[in-house]
């Protein structure tokens, strides 16, 4: 398997979004200082019209939906990672469980309180990293018959926050993520994690983007020939 084409861009954020990342006092607080690399590639994959429709959720397979993907991604590391206020959110249990007894007994606690709070990212953060594959503004533009320097893609828990992708030519390095190597059963052991961001986003140290290019490479076959 060949080096895939390594596209540097540039993510940032235009409306507020947020994951149940980090636990903290009555809720969550969104890991802000990265974007995993999995939702990256299901987002850029999600604009670009690549993703199947359907009606339900197939079963969770990452390493089947990633190989299918045209692309894949690198973590994008903030450059200005910054939270919002925590805001309240209400589960509204009457309308998505009803009041069975087993149900509203939960309420108090954890993931079914009726209210909790968010903190989401707000808009204007920068996140930098890699698509590894096709180069996607030349496939968009190809697609739209003109000049596509910037996409729109989905990102956040049910979708909720936008972000602009942009090329950034200057970006030279971009981290990999190890539990997604591992997902692909490559030997991890000789890739020592830098950052330990949570379980799922396990992070090299930075490197160029033709030594990560290569790696990636080797986890899965690409179209080749799609250069810049």
Same mark, same amino acid.
């Given at each position: =398997? ?13 409306? %507020?979004?947020?994951?149940?990342? /980090?636990?903290? %006092? ?13 939702? =990256?590639?299901?987002? $850029? ?45 209400? /589960? ?19 993931? /079914? ?6 903190? &989401? ?17 030349? $496939? ?32 030279? &390095? ?8 591992? $997902?692909?059963?490559? &030997?991890?052991?000789? =890739? ?5 961001? $949570? ?7 930075? =490197? ?21």
């Amino acid at each position: =398997m060949g080096a895939p084409v390594a596209t540097p861009v540039r993510a940032v954020s235009l409306t %507020p979004f947020h994951y149940h990342s /980090l636990a903290v %006092p009555s809720g969550t607080a969104t890991l802000s200082s990265y974007l995993a690399d999995r939702s =990256m590639s299901y987002a $850029l994959a999600g604009a670009m019209g690549a993703l199947a429709a359907s009606t339900a959720l197939p079963q969770k397979d990452y390493r089947r939906d990633l190989e299918a993907l045209p692309w894949l991604c690198s973590a994008f590391e903030a450059q200005n990672p910054r939270l919002l206020p925590p805001i309240g959110k209400r /589960l509204n249990l009457d309308a998505e469980g009803g009041y069975q007894k087993k149900l509203m007994d939960a309420t108090g606690t954890g993931n /079914l309180k009726t209210w909790f709070y968010i903190q &989401e990212v707000p808009p204007g953060v920068a996140y930098e990293g890699a698509v590894f594959g096709p180069d996607p503004f030349k $496939l968009a533009s190809e697609a739209e018959g003109r000049k596509i320097e910037s996409l729109i893609l989905r990102t956040g828990r049910h979708l909720g926050g936008l972000i602009e992708l942009r090329r950034a030519p200057e970006i030279e &390095e971009a981290r990999l993520n190890l539990h997604t190597a591992k $997902l692909f059963g490559a &030997e991890v052991e000789a =890739m020592q994690a830098d950052v330990f961001a $949570l379980y799922d986003i396990q992070l090299t140290a930075p =490197m160029k983007l033709a030594a990560a290019a290569e790696i990636v490479g080797s986890w899965r076959g690409f179209q080749m020939g799609a250069s810049a």
